[in-house]
Each structure stands twice: as structure tokens, then as C-alpha cells.
């Protein structure tokens, strides 16, 4: 059996989960502390790549024995996996769940659902402890601009050809993507979340949607204007990219037939 | 006129508020940056040291022009202040609040009030986002131990000489200080604040309550204890100092004589 994981990480350090070669990514120190942790060689496999400085709170990899030592088992309990790798992972890095998967089990593949937040914060004076972990607009939200935003997000939400909120360049053919739920609120302590649940996201998606719908919340674009984007399926139409410090993947969900039960004791 | 500047800071980097010739502190950069901001040099004082590690929220610090110059004269609206600062402050410095102040203002003295919040999180998998934020405790803390925490908590509400919540070697003489507020609650995002109003505090005072509140959380102590650690007066009668990344200064109260009013535009 190999062994799902679910991983919060600070992104800010790192080139994204995916290693690169160029910058430290979350996929080498992972790697790294599996190894140390389990006895032997590991290979980590994502969910997905995220871009520099996006943050995880539910990233899945699956961590898989390399070569076919008898002595090369994953054994360890799922529950205590968190623990037997906190001595080997930095701060920004930490296992919140585990179970073990069968070995054609990809984390990559089949997902049911995505679910990302990207925040913003609009209070004026900057707040130390949200640096790198949200967008600082330059303007205040009013309710009625959140309410705009959640018009424009309207058009979004079901089965579309999402090509106008893919960045430029990507080499997807098939843009059509499913969005089950996209909503836009304020949250107790102040800071705005767009929330977003899909069946995939296509290269900056999330950003690009954030980042028109915020145009819209200005006055720049009305909400109807969403939908006419859409329709265009040309990304040009569509508003600047958000930055990737508010982004956080939140959730990713597996069909049921799996049997995924995350543990952590 | 001086400048009150209200700050929030995330402490992880410093040496504490105050510089001691043992690493950066937050004084040094607040100072650099006032003379940058406003074009002469400038002298920063503060409501207090604070240690290494301990974060602000609401630190106080006045800003004073250095020497007599007739054009070095601290005229920037206060609402400004923050943005003015913004651009010579790093990240994990922000002010949040600034009024003028006459010249014998001093931030340290004539307090009405100080509240401190103490974060504990008890959660098993660690959380990168909280990493240098919080104290992560061993074992979880049920509603019954918060409870215990809370009754010994109303041992140190009222005025008492607190010598006993005092680290060793201290050489403030009168350790009386009146305990406006102390109760600890669990907040909606699962971590476990202590929260602290008094006149004043002693050395180490707020770090040394919560780790001997702590212990009488895990039965290691009686709720009533508390009472007999007070009247003892005696360092070594208390719990061990809870570690300084998980202390915030939340606000600091001054006479409404001074009209403090904090702008920020």
C-alpha cells in the first residue's frame, strides 16, 4: 500500500509544490523527509503543481516506496504519519492527515471536486501577520461591491468552456471545467473570501476569476459583463491575475469508492 | 507636537521591542524608518520591552524629532502616518494608528491599561500558518480543563503583589498589580486565548500565569493552588514560563485626559 497524505504548507517559500529547478519546492522536502522518516527511498506524487507562493491547507500527495525492497513497506500506522514526519519537515510544512492507498491509486487523476479560497484583505493600515497569506487591495469593499461580485459569479458557477480564465499559453485543449459552488463573503475577522469548488481548475483559474471579479466589485466591468467573458473563451477579455499569496487549495475530494478516512492521532 | 503611533508586529524576527545590542529589534527599524518617512532624524520610545518572539498588536511608541531644527517638525496628518511608514517598514512591522501627543506624553507611563491575549493551540498536526503564532501544546485541552484554567484564573483577578508571577532576578521592588480581566476561552478557529487586562504587568508575568494555568488545566495542579501560589510570593511556587511566540500585546489604554484618538485613513 502506498500512503495518501493531506498537507498544509505555507507557500511562500517555495517555487510551488512541483519541483522546477527553480527554487526549493514543497515536493523535494517532502520527498526528503519521507525518506528520513520511513528508512528508505520515497517518491512523492501531488494532486496538483500551484504556483510560487500559493498555499496549501488540503494538498493530497501520495508518498510510494521506491524499488521493491520487502524491507521497503510503508507500514506505519496512518494516524501517527504527522508525527513521524514533523521531525523532519520545516515549520511552513505539515501533515494533517493520512491513509493508505492501493498502489494504482493517483493523486492526479478521477477528483471529484477541487475546492480553493483565495482572500483579500481591504482594511487600510497593513496587518503583519496576514503578510504573504493574503491580497492587499489598494481600495475598501463596500457590501453592495461584494454583492456585485457574487452577480458576476453567477455565470461561472456550472459546466463552461472556461478558456477566457485560463492563463495565456497553456497547453490544455479541453477547457470545459464544471464549477459547483463560487461565492464571495467577509468573514469574522475581516478578510474577504472568494470561495470556489470545481472538478479542475484550469492554469491560474482561480486567479484570473478573482482578479475580474474584483473589477467588477470596482465598477470597472458590470456583473453581466461575466458572462460575455465567458462566452468569448479568449483570455484577453477577461481581468488582470490576482497574486498568488491569497490562493489556498483547501480540499480535494476522491470518489467514495476509495475509502479515503484521514487519520491523524 | 510628537507622534503616538499605535504597531502591530510579528516578533518572530526580533530581539524584542527594545534594542539591546543582541540582534534587530523592532525600535531600530521603527527609527530608520521615521527618519526616512519624515526627512530628519527622530527618536522612538515605547510602551514597553517585550521579548524576544512576542508579537504586538497594539504596541504604543512615540516618534520625537532629535534635536531643535524649526524644519524638523513632525506635521504629517496622523491618518497618513501608516502610509507614509509603509514604505521603509518591512513586512512584519505595520502601524496601524498614530495620533499627536505633546511633548511630555511618555508612552510608558501613567497606563490605565494593558491587555495581553496568550494564543495555545492544541490541534494534534501542526498548522504551518500558525508556526512562531501560538503555542502548540502536547496534549488537548477538553472544555472540563478550561474550565480548570478559569478557576484558578479568579485567584488573580483584583489587586495583589504578584512576586510569585515574576521571573527570578527582577529588580522591580513592588510587585503589586491589579488584575483587571483574566479568563480563557476557545475561539472560533479551535485556538485557546487567555486573555489579560491590568495596570501593569511584571516581568514574564502573562508567559508565567499561562504556564501555571496550563498545569492546573492537566491536573498537575488544583484550581486552589493558585490562591496558595499567590499568597506564597514565591517564583519558584508557580508553573513553568510558557514560551514567548504565543503572547500578543493587544492594546495599550492611556487617561482620557491625553484625547487619544487613533486615525488611520
Redesign the interface.
Known sequence: MNLLLRI???GAAYCGFQSQNNGRSVQEVLTAAAGKAFGFPCSVTGCSRTDAGV?A?GFCAVVAPVGNGEDHRLTVPPGKV?RAL?KYLP???????ACFVPADFHPRYGVVSKEYVYRMRDA??????Q???VWQLKKPLSPAMIDRMNEGAKYLVGKHDFSAFMAAGSKITDATRTVYELYICRG?DGIIELHIAADGFLYNMVRIITGTLTEVAYGDREPADVADILAGRNRAGAGKTAPAEGLFLEKVTYPSEWGIEWQ??
Do not use: E, T
Not at 124 to 129: I, V
Open positions: 498544509a504548507y505555507n498555499h491547507r504527522h514533523a515549520d511552513d510544512i505539515a501533515v494533517n492527515g487600510r493600515a497593513r496587518d503583519p501577520f503578510a504573504g497569506l469574522a491523524c492521532d
